[in-house]
């Protein structure tokens, strides 16, 4: 199955949320306490927020020897604390947390794992349940496949329960009896009292009939902040929540637009509306379908989400009008699964105000249909009956919520590592069209019937329940794994098979590199890595784990290793070979050979001493580069890209650019890597290839992420965000920033709309760059972040750029360089570099066209 994927270059993460912050006790009256704890902590300790979290064993029973605390081994770079997320809890048995709570109070209960290696315990081998009383809140869990399904260092699983009526709340972490060794863990938990925030809602589909919500306990799916940016818990109106950008889940190409509140509309709560409801922040941004009427009657402005199927769901969308004023201005009906969930919406009605808040509860039964995805589809469309004065909708905010089952069950099946998800607008369900005649005459039909078919679908449920528990109890599969959004993919996922079908596979590793791919076997891998010990262990990715080993006597090479208990990699582990192998220059890292026996998939590479380009900028003890070094590195990192987009027989789209990525060598000579996510671009007849969304979160193209058509412009702003990485010495997403600040993109292009670029440069460098080199290389900077690809310069002119940077800086009292005289210098460097080219098959076209091909870009960089 496909995971619910939209991806999104600003925000978020996913993969990616701040810790979650206190409750802002002035704003809801509790009479339960808070707990924020620390898991296998043995002090108090601050997270990044200036958070304290506890220590948890003293509400662990005193007889818990059975629990172990373990610190992680490895500091996943996504993570922007380590606390609570570097020391853990471990259960070899069953064990309780015991919570002094208010009987009568409702509670949210945040669960934060991080699925690494803990002493000797692998988090591959950790299948668990969790319980609170009647509810299961997890169950067979293995946040290790979660992890790698959602391609997210942590995972944060969100509850609110019902009171339970008695004084003590036990959390219970029960290892999996299905599994030799199994073993539960924790890395934080919070127990959060709040208020009733639900009430009874209808049931789309079911005329008439509601559902009482405040009797049920619910997992949040989704969280979103429509229309507007990432809110941190911090920023939440006092219950610690966190809201999403809704951008990654918004279909097709059809996202309509978005709108700020100006200063001048207030935003007032109405007295049956509490503050805490949702924050400020999420009632004054919105998104709509634009000014063109026309257009908006052809079209729904519809979001999809990945779910979990035979459960019931609470969907709340918020609404606050700061635009129109009357009645009957802008009137809309909402379908939620193609169903009609509410006709001739009006928020002014509603609130008979502007900027005023309201809020719409739904509930909806999502059943198990043969050959159909496991997605609910919201949709808005201006309603046609009204003769409202503009055909438009509006939606500020979105949360959807997992309604507990007849067993109090909450858990989903571990998701599926797999593709992210492709959007292809002739192969979606369409969505219901109201103008539709035959849509108008389905929707009326559904409503005759649903009344009749009410019983049936409601003893269907039951029956699904039962089948999904017993799937649950027996490791069943799912495709989505929790309510975090997946804004991005930094790798893909297949099925873990031997390439050749053999124990050795040497056949198949040569033919796919056209022969130039070295075999070398497992022996002499485990023989350079010393069996893979721990100590030669210098990095760690999604793929696996990288060691420092030797081979052939003494040689010192990097050998990066799949992870034995993953299903990922496959496809990386094959286009690394076929690409690498071809492919040889000076900016690229130099694939030396493979190993591919008994279920291992292993690539060995050239040593680079000096590790990633990150390391060097920040978060690290490396000295800092000085301007001049970081430059050189951005030329050398340029020349490796503008050879994959021109210089071979194929434009090759890197398609996962960041500092990572690039590597330095002994003489900190840049080196492009990882090519696991790499395509063949488009040829003479075609201006893009249409494809899955890949990349990493932050570096994302604004525009392959909306058409999912991936063109080199992809890679050029990509490169952008790394070049304002490189000028800050900061991150490309720091969720701990103020939230206008947590998307480098976004704020290096804020501050040079208002010509304070300067506030953004790395201190350790700010009294180095000439001005006039500094304008160069953020004018360049910028223009690769364009929004539309066709407005970015290509690679060539990017180096072109870059190396007059250089000579800015180098230069500065001389004279500035000619462009002729600049263009011949790049075209004799290239020349050197690109007569290496492509061995094999290739190499002798590359050749042929790489003085004229590679001439032409730097003289004309027109790009493709």
Not at 8 to 15: G, K, P
């Amino acid at each position: 199955m496909k995971l619910c994927s939209r991806v999104n270059f600003l925000v978020i993460i996913t993969t990616f949320c701040s810790i979650l912050s206190k409750v802002n006790s002035s704003k809801i009256d509790t009479n339960s306490h808070s707990f924020v704890l620390a898991c296998g902590a043995t002090n108090n300790a601050t997270d990044a927020d200036g958070r304290i979290w506890s220590p948890d064993s003293t509400y662990l029973p005193s007889s818990s020897g059975n629990s172990i605390t373990s610190k992680a081994k490895y500091q996943d770079p996504s993570l922007i604390s380590d606390i609570p997320y570097m020391t853990a809890r471990i259960f070899k048995t069953q064990t309780a947390y015991t919570f002094p709570v208010s009987p009568k109070s409702r509670h949210w209960i945040r669960l934060h794992f991080y699925p690494s290696f803990y002493d000797n315990f692998n988090c591959s081998n950790s299948f668990f349940s969790v319980t609170v009383g009647e509810f299961t809140l997890l169950n067979n869990f293995s946040a290790s496949i979660t992890a790698q399904a959602l391609t997210q260092a942590y995972i944060i699983r969100e509850f609110t329960l019902v009171p339970l009526q008695t004084a003590t709340l036990n959390i219970t972490f029960s290892p999996s009896s299905a599994y030799k060794d199994a073993f539960a863990f924790i890395n934080g938990i919070e127990v959060v009292s709040m208020p009733e925030i639900f009430q009874a809602a209808p049931m789309v589909g079911f005329t008439g009939q509601t559902t009482e919500t405040q009797a049920a306990s619910m997992q949040t799916m989704f969280r979103l902040n429509v229309g507007g940016q990432y809110i941190p818990a911090n920023n939440d109106s006092g219950l610690g929540r966190i809201w999403y950008d809704d951008t990654p889940y918004l279909y097709g190409a059809s996202f309509g637009i978005t709108s700020v509140a100006n200063n001048s509309v207030k935003i007032s709560y109405p007295s049956n509306l509490p503050n805490y409801t949702s924050p400020v922040d999420v009632y004054k941004t919105a998104r709509s379908m634009g000014p063109n009427a026309d257009v908006n009657r052809n079209y729904n402005l519809t979001w999809i989400f990945q779910i979990d199927a035979n459960f019931t769901y609470l969907v709340r969308l918020h609404f606050c009008e700061f635009q129109m004023k009357r009645m009957n201005q802008r009137v809309f009906n909402i379908y939620i699964n193609n169903q009609t969930a509410l006709e001739d919406a009006d928020v002014i009605a509603w609130t008979a105000a502007q900027g005023v808040p309201a809020y719409k509860d739904f509930v909806i039964c999502a059943t198990d249909q043969p050959g159909d995805d496991e997605d609910m589809w919201v949709a808005l469309h201006p309603s046609g009956k009204t003769h409202a004065e503009f055909s438009d909708v509006i939606l500020n905010g979105l949360e959807i919520f997992k309604i507990n089952d007849t067993t109090g069950n909450l858990a989903g099946p571990n998701p599926v590592p797999s593709p992210p998800l492709k959007i292809a607008i002739d192969s979606q369900p369409k969505p219901t069209f109201a103008s539709n005649k035959t849509t108008k005459k389905g929707i009326i039909a559904g409503s005759v019937v649903g009344m009749a078919a009410g019983f049936g679908i409601v003893l269907g449920v039951l029956a699904f329940v039962k089948r999904r528990k017993n799937m649950n109890n027996s490791g069943g599969k799912s495709s989505r794994g929790g309510w975090l959004p997946i804004y991005s993919r930094s790798r893909t996922t297949e099925t873990r098979t031997t390439i050749s079908g053999k124990s050795s596979g040497s056949s198949h590793i040569s033919n796919m590199g056209g022969g130039l791919c070295r075999h070398f076997t497992l022996p002499e891998i485990k023989h350079g890595t010393k069996n893979f010990d721990e100590s030669q262990v210098i990095g760690v990715g999604g793929f696996g784990k990288v060691y420092k080993g030797e081979i052939d006597g003494g040689t010192i090479v990097a050998i990066k290793r799949a992870n034995p208990s993953s299903e990922q990699g496959l496809h990386e582990f094959q286009t690394e070979i076929e690409l690498l192998s071809k492919l040889r220059h000076r900016h690229l890292v130099s694939l030396i050979g493979a190993c591919e026996e008994n279920g291992e998939m292993i690539l060995v590479y050239d040593y680079m001493a000096n590790g990633t380009l990150r390391e060097h900028l920040y978060k690290h003890n490396k000295p800092p580069l000085s301007w001049k070094q970081r430059l050189d590195i951005c030329i050398g990192a340029a020349r490796g890209l503008h050879y994959l987009h021109t210089g071979a027989r194929y434009t090759i789209i890197h398609r996962d650019v960041k500092t990572t990525n690039i590597l330095l060598d002994d003489k900190l000579v840049a080196k492009v890597s990882d090519f696991g996510l790499s395509k063949t671009g488009p040829n003479l007849h075609q201006t893009h290839v249409s494809t899955m969304v890949k990349g990493s979160f932050g570096y994302l193209d604004p525009e392959y992420f909306r058409r999912q058509q991936l063109t080199e412009k992809s890679d050029v702003y990509s490169f952008g965000v790394v070049l304002f990485e490189v000028l800050s010495g900061r991150p490309a997403l720091n969720p701990s920033l103020p939230k206008e600040q947590v998307s480098l993109a976004d704020w290096a292009l804020h501050c040079h709309r208002r010509n304070t670029t300067k506030e953004i440069v790395d201190s350790h460098i700010k009294g180095e760059i000439i001005q006039e080199c500094l304008k160069q290389f953020v004018d360049t900077a910028v223009s690769c972040l364009s929004d539309h690809g066709t407005d970015r310069p290509s690679m060539g002119s990017v180096l072109w750029n870059l190396e007059y940077c250089l000579q800015l800086q180098s230069n500065p009292d001389g004279p500035k360089m000619v462009a002729e005289q600049k263009a011949n210098d790049a075209y004799a460097m290239h020349t050197e570099l690109l007569s290496i080219a492509e061995e094999g098959g290739e190499g002798q076209e590359s050749e042929e066209h790489s003085t004229e091909a590679v001439f032409s870009q730097i003289v004309n960089p027109q790009g493709r």
